[in-house]
């Protein structure tokens, strides 16, 4: 079994800076991929950022010089900067993570957290 836990989100001001953090737990073999989508009420999920098991970085354009992802491939562990937060980034931000288990190590999965709200205010 493999879980992913989110923290960070919250209330902010616009303008201002969050920091999420995602941990992956369980029979892990290795992690190809770790990203993060956000859902807001009435859109679909859609990706934000994401990083390869190589450092290899993808932003969408909305946020491009404002959010920054990160991972700690010791700790299974992925962070997503956020700064300058606008209203529109208002969203169920969730992690997502493409790896394989030491049960099936020739198998690629995918796996995501439960979501963590992020509220901008003007």
């Known amino acids: 079994q493999v879980q992913l836990v989110e923290s960070g989100g919250g209330l902010v001001q616009a303008g201002g800076s969050l920091r999420l953090s995602c941990s992956a737990s369980?029979?892990?073999?290795?992690?190809?991929?770790m990203a993060w989508y956000r859902q807001a009420p009435g859109s679909q999920r859609d990706v934000v950022a994401a990083?390869?098991?190589?450092?290899?970085?993808s932003y969408v354009d909305s946020v491009k010089g404002r959010f920054t992802i990160s991972r700690d491939n010791s700790k299974n562990t992925v962070y997503l900067q956020m700064n300058n937060l606008k209203r529109e980034d208002t969203a169920v931000y969730s992690c997502?993570?493409?790896?394989?288990?030491?049960?099936?190590?020739?198998?690629?999965?995918?796996?995501w957290g439960q979501g963590t709200q992020v509220t901008v205010s003007s």
């Open positions: 997502y993570a493409r790896l394989t288990t030491t049960l099936l190590p020739s198998v690629t999965s995918t796996y």
């Open positions: 369980g029979s892990i073999a290795s992690i190809h991929t």
């Open positions: 990083i390869i098991s190589g450092g290899g970085t």
